[in-house]
């Protein structure tokens, strides 16, 4: 696990991205794992600034979101789908048919989850996945408790989570208690994962997953056991960390190996 310490969340985010540009241009169609949430505003930002300085081409990307809430339709605001329209989408040249966010509304929620593993098997898998954080430490809506082999099914949310997310609902009554995930085994699977956080409030959350024990109590741990992980944290989302000199050392070999 290689983790990145920037000093605020405008740093990080642009580090990040420059992360993903530099892998998007190694592979034209590149399977690209995208996430929701406040946290990664910034990075998309970044990378539809790249797309209009002309850097970086999505005409052969295709995407896969980790999530999204049950009930909820494409016009819903509070859909993660009309978030990602809003964000990142309607703002760049991926084709809309390459666009994949799960469907809400789905009928049948079982065969929909296997279908929608089926089709990230069928692109060749996800070659990055980019990952917010929760303050339980759950990525994407994997919640505490949720199988550290887990594939894409519904997920009953936490009363923290939706605490959490109401910011966005006008009011705790109106945030979904369901949600479809990717699960913590589908997340494992991709070829590379990049976790991001920002600010104190993710402190707590973050020091358990990089430097706490592998458990499914906090299923951001479970990326200990992923081969290519690179964590991109502000400052003050380090705050707990024990071992921070030491992700600084192996920084400061990378850039010695970068400028030979
Ligand atoms: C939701 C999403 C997660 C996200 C988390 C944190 O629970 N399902 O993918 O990481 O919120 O969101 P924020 O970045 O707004 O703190």
Redesign the pocket.
Known sequence: MRVIIEKDAQAASERAAKLIADSLVTKPDFVLGL??????LGIYEALIRKHNDGKLDFSNVTSFN??EYVGLGPADPNSYRYFMQESLFNHINIPPENTNVPDGRALDFATYCQQYERKIVEAGGIDLQL????RDG????NEPGSSLGSRTRLKTLTSE?IR??SRFFGGIENVPRL?I?MGVGTILETRKCLLVAFGEN?AHAISQAIEGAVTAQVTASALQLHPDVTVVIDEDAGRHLKRKSYYAEVEESHRLLESN
Not at 131 to 134: A, S
Request: hydrophobic residues 35%; glycine residues 14%.
């Open positions: 996430a929701t949430g406040s946290t990664p980790l999530d990952l917010g954080i929760g759950h990525i994407a809506f989570t959490d997310n949600a995930t993710k």
